[in-house]
């Protein structure tokens, strides 16, 4: 159509495909739900054959208020296993058709785009953990704090890309690597350090903004100099990354990731300031816990911030 086709990944054979056929694309346009690459008419029977070479697996046809928009072919890996495959497709694409229909009537595409990059993000995370709370809750509190602190919008929604694309180094590893440290293996320890310098060297090819690839390459650094992977510490962390490895500790702690229990916030907060100038920046774990109290005070009705302040006063107080 009149947008550009876009490929993903780096499989040369997709390039190569032909779908030009106007039987094919009618074809295209009344499909109602995703259609397996083996399930298409007899008809398209050279199609058929160059789908199945080139990897191709699914054919998602996206439309939003009845307004066709493209086809989406997907390629699943081989590992890959759900017993409704359909359903999941037909979930993902029904919000990607509805950014895609914002994205062409909108001028605002970095907007657009973070959708996008939350919403795969998140279908990751519910395969690893059965939810997607902790991009949604650290990607609230990155704003939260970012205003705080004063970042125009552009560095806020920088800031947001990189903590979306932290583990982008991880995208290619098994999910046994999202359990926590102390749980992995010999084997899997040295991988899961190289995952900020892994995710750094694969965006340093889009010409991205610096804070974005600044986050993804520095948020297991340290404030006293013991994190991974370059041992920096103090303001040689760029703050960026300072500020995201605030909130997503603190996060993590909260919800509760890889098999650990959720714990209070009150002691999260008590953990944080424990930690002041060894994992953290304390001027940035100080504005964060100032800008939660200041939120749970404005959401709280009378009684409840009269019965929450002390315990509040005194995790500030350790800060």
Known sequence: MSRPQVVAG????????????????????????????????????????????????WLITLKWDGEYLGTAIIGLEAEYSDDNPAERLMEIFAETSRLLARFDGSNDNADINLNLVKLLLGEREKRCFGHDQLTEAIVD????????????????????????????????????LMVPPEEMDPTQWPVYRRHPEDGATLLAKLNLPQTIVDVVHCHHERFNGEGFPR??????????????TVVENYVSMVIGTGGR???????????????LGQRYDPDIVNLFLQAIRSDSDKSGDGATKKKAAPARKRVLQKV
């Open 261 to 275: 229990e959720p714990i209070q916030p009150d002691t999260a907060a008590r953990i944080m300031s424990d930690n």
């Open 10 to 57: 780096d499989n040369s054979r997709w390039t190569g495909l032909d779908l030009s056929d106007k039987k094919l694309q009618s074809y295209f346009r009344g499909m109602e739900r995703p259609v397996a690459t083996e399930n298409l008419p007899a008809f398209f029977k050279g199609t058929k054959v160059s789908l199945a070479d080139s990897g191709a697996d």
């Open 141 to 176: 509190h990155v704003h939260r704090l970012a205003r705080v602190m004063g970042f125009p919008p552009d560095q806020e929604r920088n800031l947001t890309y990189g903590c979306l694309l932290r583990d982008i180094g991880l995208m290619s590893k098994g999910d046994d």
């Open 231 to 244: 041992g920096i510490a103090g303001r040689e962390i760029p703050l960026a990354a300072r500020l995201v």
